[in-house]
């Protein structure tokens, strides 16, 4: 946009600064050729300006909307409208608005209708905090903001609708975390009758894979979606949401401790429950390493992690070992009399012996210039902390495909859990997936029920969760009376569900999509704030709106409550 200082706007043009709002009138014209710039869409015109009409003018800005300036989480907040106009920002809200659009289309093509179900309702069975709405009209009581649209999608399968989906709002009054929000998300809800596990599988794969292909950028998206039960998962990747990208999978190594030198393992394991599991580290050879990787461990609140690595064998060793010079064993080597193999090293090497570290390195496949790393105890109480080591020894190594997406659906939940101090048996995992084996299999061990419910885990993020659901009414009450619900209690807080499932309702099962976090991957974003328009801080306020805010006399009064002040 050009002007001559002779123009008659020149003087208002120069009064014109960043971020203000304008209109103006001109002539287009070619640019001189030297000029033309061809790395921008119009760089081969320029408008002369004739007139100019100032729409609204900017304050001093509070952050600059041009560059990759970092500002403080609470400005950008606070000013959540320009933070917006940042063309990053402005990338990923188009990317979230064309990636939902691609979501309902390709659920149409699969002749799936889009159904909306109730804002206000009550309490939902989905296990997080409510957000209550006062009544009105009846005083005392309280209506809930849906955690999800679960009872109402399984009553539509009931209804006969056996194919729904829909962008769901959900809202959850829960602490906030890098990839959720406290408050408030989206997802892309299904729910189908007359089908199995497989068939929901079989579903929703090509909906996801193909949005990823359409909006991942050109990173690989996996093909082959492997099933990998609970169990194997926490094994393997210490996560029930894994990333395949990440090919470390640790083993269980207890046998190799058993009655070792290494006093701590070996005693440790003849407690009931507790076995020692290995973390394979390929390329992570050195003493460096091996002690960045023990400091991690203890930053995690552990004592430490054992380690060993395998080396080139020293002549020096040799040497002490066959109890002759050093440079004897250099002239033996030279005549070839002698191999330099690989030795093992580290404190814990000395302590199980040259046999059992070598079993160790075959079973888990290892080789000289490799390192392993070893956790031991009861598994629930060091399977996190062995997963997230499994992260950093990925990332650290170069491991990791970081030009990947790699999904997987994790399988085979157990319904139920026992109490380690009370033996109390309750919930492990949602307890309206119908258990697998019916009826039958809750008559037996309540710990070792699985139930038909699967996750859906993508580059270390869990984007999916469904299950087939528990249509049976008396299969759901001997579920929740193993886990010691009566029926009348069933019936309170669930009785508009289990109420229908009397009237001829059909095998039905489905799942939920996480919009918000999709979006967050495919942007390669690390916080989900950067890709919701409107998001809350880390406290679950609204500073821009100034929410929660405290409600007026006449409010309360109107809804007969009273505002009890909490103790500082």
């Not at 060993?308 to 250099?330: C, L, M």
């Not at 299950?467 to 049976?472: E, G, K, S, V």
Request: with cysteine.
């Amino acid at each position: 946009v050009m002007a001559d200082p002779d123009s008659p706007v020149f003087v208002d043009l120069e009064k014109v600064r960043s971020e203000w709002c304008i209109q103006i009138e001109g002539n287009v014209l070619a640019r001189d050729e030297s000029l033309i710039n061809k790395a921008i869409p119009t760089g081969e015109v320029e408008v002369f300006i004739r007139g100019l009409e100032v729409l609204g003018q900017s304050e001093e800005l509070p952050l600059m909307v041009f560059g990759d300036q970092e500002y403080p989480e609470e400005t950008r907040l606070k000013y959540r409208y320009l933070d917006l106009r940042r063309e990053a920002m402005q990338n990923n809200m188009k990317l979230r608005s064309d990636v939902v659009m691609s979501m309902r289309k390709r659920m149409w093509d699969k002749d799936f209708r889009e159904y909306q179900t109730p804002i206000i309702t009550a309490s939902s069975p989905e296990g997080a905090r409510d957000f209550l709405v006062p009544s009105r009209l009846h005083p005392g009581k309280f209506y809930a903001l849906p955690q999800a649209p679960q009872q109402f999608k399984q009553l539509m399968m009931v209804a006969g609708f056996d194919k729904y989906f829909q962008i769901a709002p959900c809202f959850r009054d829960e602490d906030p975390r890098a990839d959720r929000s406290p408050t408030d998300f989206y997802q892309l809800d299904m729910e189908m009758s007359f089908v199995e596990q497989q068939d929901v599988f079989d579903t929703i794969q090509p909906v996801l894979q193909g949005v990823f292909e359409e909006f991942g950028g050109g990173r690989k998206v996996d093909q082959e979606w492997p099933q990998i039960s609970y169990k194997d998962a926490a094994l393997w990747y210490g996560s029930d949401k894994p990333d395949l990208r990440n090919p470390i999978k640790m083993q269980v190594v207890s046998d190799h401790f058993r009655g070792s030198g290494f006093a701590i393992f070996a005693s440790l394991l003849e407690n009931e429950g507790t076995e020692v599991r290995a973390i394979p580290a390929p390329g992570g050879g050195g003493r460096k390493f091996c002690d960045r990787m023990n400091k991690f461990a203890q930053g995690e609140g552990l004592p430490g992690m054992g380690y060993i690595f395998w080396r080139k064998q020293s002549p020096d060793s040799i040497a002490q070992e066959r109890g002759i010079t050093v440079k004897e064993v250099n002239a033996l080597v030279k005549s070839g009399e002698i191999t330099l193999g690989n030795e093992a090293a580290g404190p814990l090497a000395k302590n199980i012996g040259p046999e059992r570290t070598e079993a160790i390195r075959q079973q888990l496949g290892l080789d000289v210039g490799d390192a392993a790393f070893f956790l031991g105890g009861k598994p629930k109480a060091f399977e996190a902390v062995a997963g997230r080591a499994r992260t950093v020894i990925g990332d650290e190594l170069g491991l990791t495909d970081k030009d990947r997406f790699a999904f997987a659906w994790i399988v085979d939940f157990p319904i139920y859990e026992a109490d380690e101090e009370t033996g109390k048996i309750d919930f492990e995992h949602n307890p309206f997936s119908m258990p697998q084996g019916g009826m039958d299999a809750l008559l037996g061990d309540p710990l070792k029920v699985l139930g038909y419910q699967y996750d859906l885990a993508c580059n270390g993020y869990e984007l999916v969760s469904g299950a087939i659901r528990n249509h049976r009414p008396e299969i759901m009450f001997k579920a929740f009376e193993i886990a010691g619900y009566g029926k009348d209690e069933v019936e309170k807080r669930f009785g508009g569900m289990v109420n229908a499932f009397q009237y001829g309702a059909p095998p039905h099962g489905g799942c939920a999509a996480g919009v918000d976090r999709i979006v967050m991957l495919l942007a390669d974003e690390a916080n989900i704030r950067e890709v919701v328009m409107f998001p809350m801080n880390q406290r679950a306020e609204d500073q821009m709106m100034n929410a929660p805010s405290n409600p007026t006399s006449d409010q309360l009064m109107e809804l007969g409550l009273r505002v009890i002040p909490q103790d500082q």
